[in-house]
């Protein structure tokens, strides 16, 4: 009989160690978890191998199915690339803003909603949750309910918090108290597990999206910083420097794990970026520094594919 593992959704096997879905023959009995979640579960890290799977092969099989999608999308992690994956997916769908509890408190929820409906065009409902804080979890299974989602594919970034909110769920509105794995580790979840909640409503989790960018995780309130940089100033913000050709106000959005502050030996600058006033430099996988002025600047160690402009969302 073949057995899935319950943590991660691949099949379990007992024959090649160090391999997705491995797991001694003599645990293989009692166990619903493989080794890799188990690692993930217990230590937080994993020695088994990680190939995830592609975008468009997780898009083709949610659109074939023809059922319905919620899609995570967390504060900083809201850029086009994104968001294209959101518009591919040909069901009817929502965007949740997930990890609420984290974020800044200058920036409104409403208005972070609204900016999202308008800047980038989407025509679906868009929501918040926090599954860590039980916030906006009734209204999101409510909503399932009105709208008539009853299978429901949970999609969006690897880390966007998916398995996390599946948890949740389970928690609040089903007796069976099996959890998926859920970790600071990219991938987590390896293939589609359906959770049946109750006789109407079930869940799929999945695999996340995995895009080019720097893959920073945060699971505490993100940080708003705020600096004065004066022209030929460089600010150093972890690896990455950036040089200010003119007088700028910028305010920082980052992960609190990030490093910044102002940096006083050259670099070596390899591409400029003009931006208007009131625009956001997205950094994918970590963060967005909103330019509060028409500015100039050059960048280092970072390559451009990381890099969008957008009109800030403070506007
Ligand atoms: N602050 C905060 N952190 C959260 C929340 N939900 C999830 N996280 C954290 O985000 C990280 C990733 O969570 P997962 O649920 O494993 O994410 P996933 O989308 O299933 O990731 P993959 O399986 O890799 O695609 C974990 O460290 C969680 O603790 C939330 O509501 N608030
Ligand atoms: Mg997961």
Redesign the pocket.
Same mark, same amino acid.
């Given at each position: 009989m073949i057995k899935i593992c319950y943590g991660c959704g691949v099949k379990l096997q007992s024959e090649k160690e160090g391999k997705e879905g491995y797991i001694p023959l003599n645990k293989i009995e009692n166990s619903s978890y493989c080794k890799r979640c188990f690692q993930l579960m217990h230590y937080g890290k994993t020695t088994i191998e990680d190939v995830p799977k592609e975008n468009k092969t997780i898009i083709s099989a949610v659109n074939n199915a023809k059922e319905s999608a919620v899609f /995570?999308i967390d504060f900083l992690n809201i850029n086009n690339e994104v968001i294209n994956l959101f518009k591919q997916i040909k069901c009817p769908k929502v965007l949740v803003i997930?990890?609420? @509890?984290?974020l800044p408190f200058t920036i409104k929820q409403n208005n972070l909603i609204n900016f999202i409906k308008e800047y980038y065009e989407i025509k679906d409902d868009v929501k918040v949750?926090?599954?860590?804080?039980n916030i906006g979890l009734d209204s999101l299974f409510n909503y399932l309910y009105d709208k008539n989602f009853k299978t429901v594919y949970i999609l *969006?970034?690897?880390?966007?918090?998916?398995? +996390? /909110?599946i948890n949740k769920i389970i928690k609040n509105y089903n007796i069976n108290k099996n959890t998926i $794995? +859920?970790?600071?580790?990219?991938? +987590? $979840?390896r293939e589609f597990i359906r959770v049946k909640i109750d006789d109407y409503l079930t869940l799929i @989790? +999945?695999? *996340?999206f995995v895009i080019n960018s720097l893959n920073y995780?945060?699971?505490?309130k993100i940080n708003e910083k705020i600096f004065q940089m004066k022209k030929s100033e460089i600010l150093k913000i972890d690896n990455l420097f950036l040089k200010f050709h003119e007088d700028t106000n910028i305010n920082l959005y980052l992960p609190t794990v990030v490093n910044v502050k102002k940096h006083f030996k050259e670099e070596n600058f390899n591409e400029s970026i003009e931006i208007e006033k009131d625009t956001d430099l997205v950094i994918k996988g970590l963060g967005f520094i909103c330019f509060k002025n028409k500015s100039n600047i050059s960048i280092s160690n970072i390559s451009k594919d990381l890099i969008e402009l957008r009109k800030s969302v403070l506007k």
């Open positions: /995570l997930s990890k609420i @509890d984290a949750v926090s599954s860590n804080k *969006g970034l690897s880390n966007s918090g998916k398995s +996390t /909110l $794995t +859920t970790s600071k580790v990219p991938n +987590t $979840t @989790d +999945t695999p *996340g995780l945060y699971e505490k």
